[in-house]
């Protein structure tokens, strides 16, 4: 057992038990992944398997799942909302490298500087931040520009034991997990059309952000050379733009006959 595989495990049966889950596809090539690394007795294979379940107010839950021995072992677990609702994106990164464990965890807003938006989705889950702050406390430096994309109640940490991970993380990811499906139950369809536009930027701002900052980026390259790692990024991870350019290629061609 991996250190990660009871997240993902909790995660799916959870996820199956509150909501009509449907399978969402995955491209072909990208269900499993692995490469051998290293040299004689240091040699390792990492091993990347992907996830993806889609629900009727969400487009896309997706997880890829990175096992490399003891010290490689990654989860990043993210969900889209659909278009037509301003829910924001629950995202996990569990990262774990020689240098120790790296852990975020976030309901990612779509407007950050909105007042009403951070009334509606931060206050309800800031007595969890805060209880899971104390074991849990800030991990330090964190890139400026990344700072719009995470909520006040960002949950960032570095722990040094991996009994903390397996402990207090673990509830963490349970507890904001449980959360974001409670807003799921309760969120009621955009209609508005300008707000339906902004949902649509605010996604998409936040996905070509991801796509081009993956910090995975480098990490894949090197185990799976940079065709698959780009393909994987943009036709998988961060599907917006290419799902989104279909639908129009669609359209057109069904105005066309």
Known sequence: MTLYQPF????IVVLQERLDLQPYPIPI?????????????????????????????????????????????????????????????????????????LIALDMQPLFRED???????????????????????????????????????????????????????????????QAYLDFVDQVEPVTDAQALAEIEQAQLRYLRYRAEKDPARGMFNRFYGPEWTEEYIHGFLFDLERKLAEVMEHEGLMADR
């Not at 990347?48 to 839950?61: F, M, N, V």
């Not at 890829?64 to 278009?83: E, K, R, S, T, Y």
């Not at 931060?122 to 890139?143: H, N, R, S």
Request: aromatic residues 16%; glycine residues 8%.
């Open 8 to 11: 993902l495990d909790h995660a």
């Open 29 to 101: 090539g990208f269900e499993s992944k692995s490469a051998i690394v290293g040299k004689g007795k240091n040699q390792d294979e990492v091993l990347t398997t992907s996830y993806a379940y889609q629900a009727p107010k969400l487009r896309q839950i997706r997880a890829a799942h990175v096992q490399g021995g003891q010290a490689l072992q990654v989860l990043n677990f993210v969900i889209f909302p659909q278009l037509n609702y301003d829910l924001p994106f629950f995202g996990a990164d569990l990262v774990t490298l020689p240098g120790g464990h």
């Open 115 to 177: 007042a009403a938006y951070q009334a509606k989705y931060t206050q309800p889950i800031w007595p969890i931040f805060e209880t899971y702050q104390k074991a849990l406390p800030w991990g330090g430096d964190f890139p400026e520009e990344a700072r719009p994309f995470f909520s006040p109640a960002f949950l960032w940490t570095r722990p040094q034991e991996t009994a903390v991970v397996e402990t207090d993380v673990f509830a963490a990811f349970k507890a904001y997990l």
